[in-house]
C-alpha cells in the first residue's frame, strides 16, 4: 500500500463550483498533515496545514479523520488561478521516535478551472 | 521575503559524470533538505541534514549521493557518478525548526543525464 494516497485526477472544473480532493495514508504513526500546491515544472508551496479539529483559509477547508487516516481539502468558489496539481503530504516520525521533518508526498491531484 | 535559491536552474550530463547542485537556504534555518522529483512522479525525500550532518536519508540516497555544508550559506548535493535515472527536478528546501515548521523549498534544479 503507498504510503500516502490520492485521486490523481484531473478535476475539471468551471469557476465557482466546489471540488474537494481526498487522500489517505497508511502510517498510522503519521505526525503532521499538510496540502500542498505545485505548479507546472515549479517548487511546491504549503498552501495549508492540517489538524484534527479541522481548519479553514478563505475558500479552502482541510479536514483530518486520524481513525480513517484520511485528509481532504475542499475548495470552494473555484478561480481560474487554484489550477495547479495539490499534493497530500505527511511528517513522519523517524527513527526512535523523532522526527527529522521528512515529508512524504502523495502523487498529487491535477485540478483544471476552466471559464 | 527571504527565499531558497538553487544554481544552476538546469543541469545536462553525461553519464557517469560527478554534478554538484547547489543550495542556499533561508538564513535563519536550520534544518535542509534535498527531495527529487522524476518527471511525471511524486516528489521524493532524499535526505535531511541538520547540525551538519545527516539526520535522516532515504533508500535512494545511496553510497553514489553525498551533501555538504560548506560554510555558512551553501548546501550542496553531489551526485559522483551519474546515471539515466537520476535525472529528475531536485528540490533543497530548508526550515527553521522542525515542529509545526514550514519547510520551505526552492525551485529546483532540473538534471538531465545523457
Known amino acids: 500500500r503507498k504510503e500516502v494516497e490520492q485521486d490523481p485526477g484531473p478535476f475539471n472544473v468551471p469557476e465557482g463550483a466546489t471540488v474537494a480532493f481526498n487522500c489517505t495514508y497508511s502510517?498510522?504513526?503519521?505526525?503532521?498533515f499538510f496540502w500542498y500546491r505545485q505548479d507546472c515544472r515549479k517548487e511546491p508551496k504549503l498552501l495549508m496545514s492540517?489538524?484534527?479539529s479541522g481548519n479553514e483559509d478563505g475558500r479552502f477547508t482541510a479536514q483530518l479523520n486520524r481513525a480513517s487516516q484520511y485528509i481532504s481539502l475542499l475548495i470552494r468558489d473555484s478561480k481560474l488561478s487554484d489550477s495547479a496539481t495539490y499534493l497530500c503530504?505527511?511528517?513522519?516520525f523517524g527513527a526512535g521516535g523523532t522526527s527529522y521533518g521528512k515529508l512524504t508526498f502523495g502523487q498529487g491531484t491535477i485540478l483544471t478551472v476552466h471559464p | 521575503e527571504p527565499e531558497v535559491t538553487q544554481t544552476p536552474s538546469h543541469q545536462v550530463t553525461q553519464m557517469g559524470q560527478e554534478v554538484i547542485l547547489r543550495c542556499v537556504p533561508i538564513?535563519?534555518?536550520?534544518?535542509f533538505y534535498w527531495y527529487r522529483q522524476i518527471l511525471g512522479q511524486k516528489v521524493e525525500f532524499l535526505v535531511s541534514?541538520?547540525?551538519?550532518?545527516?539526520?535522516?536519508k532515504s533508500e535512494i540516497f545511496d553510497d553514489q549521493f553525498s551533501v555538504e555544508r560548506p560554510d555558512g550559506s551553501n548546501f550542496t548535493l553531489k551526485i559522483r557518478s551519474t546515471k539515466l535515472e537520476d535525472s529528475a527536478m531536485y528540490f533543497c528546501?530548508?526550515?527553521?525548526?522542525?515542529?509545526?515548521?514550514?519547510?520551505?523549498f526552492g525551485p529546483g534544479t532540473r538534471l538531465t543525464v545523457l
Open positions: 528546501a530548508s526550515s527553521p525548526r522542525l515542529a509545526g515548521s514550514e519547510q520551505f
Open positions: 502510517n498510522s504513526a503519521s505526525q503532521s
Open positions: 492540517v489538524y484534527s
Open positions: 503530504v505527511v511528517r513522519n
Open positions: 538564513s535563519n534555518h536550520l534544518y
Open positions: 541534514f541538520y547540525n551538519n550532518e545527516i539526520s535522516e
